[in-house]
């Protein structure tokens, strides 16, 4: 399935963004302050339903592909800005739950600069470097997603994603947002490596298999829980 383009529900019309817009006009209308306080209870409606999204797209039983537009970003911070390049026009967990992405800059002409594309194994060995994604890419893509050679294979079968399996999943995403809430290509990354360090697996395979009492294991323990030593140990290799 393709779905183009998946940046429509984020910034689009009646999309995330607009959701939240239309919940601060009814419930502050005009008054900045109240706008101001009202603003995390007006995100709970629209983010919900992304989550459903989010939950439905990992339960597919093809694989989903998301046509994203990007722009590139700035983040300030005490008086600092910092360039963060090009990133996706997508929610922050859309945008986690991808296996990885290929970043086409303006009049790259169908040529991924793998530089700022969000690559890990095997898709770093699949893609080639300085070609436009073309038929043969496709071929190499469909073959990892039946399980060929090019493939991770696993014999961990699906299981049903219940509310208590969604809850437990958006605390382990949670947890790992609050040590990493950009989207630069450094925080997308150690998130990818967090979540191979706990599970030994990609994020999509974490929720399509990951037994419940894993992922409430890597919890445990609060501020000294695995997940937490796992995401600190990422982060100070961030700022090295």
């Known amino acids: 399935m393709i779905i183009d383009s998946a940046s429509h529900m984020h910034d ?8 939240h817009e239309e ?3 009814r419930v502050a209308g005009k008054d900045y302050d109240k ?3 009202a603003t995390f209870t007006a995100w709970v409606e629209p983010k919900a339903a992304e989550n459903a999204f989010i939950y439905a797209m990992l339960a597919m039983p093809c694989p989903v592909v998301l046509c994203l537009r990007a722009k590139e970003k700035i983040k300030i911070s005490k008086g600092k ?3 963060l390049g090009w990133q996706p026009i997508a929610g922050e967990r859309v945008a986690f739950e991808t296996i990885f992405t290929l970043m086409l800059p303006p009049h790259s002409k169908g040529v991924p600069s793998l530089e700022i594309s ?8 699949i893609v080639p470097k300085g070609k436009p994604i073309d038929e043969d890419l496709g071929r190499k893509l469909a073959d990892w ?10 014999d961990e079968p699906a ?11 958006d605390k382990v995403t949670a947890a790992i947002n609050l040590w990493f809430p950009g989207q630069s290509d450094a925080e997308k990354t150690a998130k990818g490596r967090v979540v191979r360090t706990l599970f030994k697996k990609s994020w999509n395979e974490v929720a399509a298999s990951q037994p419940i009492e894993d992922l409430e294991a890597v ?3 609060g501020d000294e829980s695995r997940l937490n030593k796992v995401c600190a140990d990422q982060k100070a290799a961030m700022v090295a």
């Open 219 to 221: 919890l445990l323990g």
């Open 81 to 83: 800005v910092e360039e």
């Open 12 to 19: 689009g019309p009646g999309g995330v963004l607009e959701w």
């Open 145 to 154: 997603s039946r399980g060929g050679a090019q493939s991770r294979k696993t």
């Open 35 to 37: 706008r101001q306080r």
């Open 23 to 25: 919940i601060l006009d």
């Open 159 to 169: 299981v049903a994603m219940t509310d208590e399996r969604r809850a437990i999943l």
């Open 118 to 125: 969000e690559m890990r194994e095997p898709f770093d060995a």
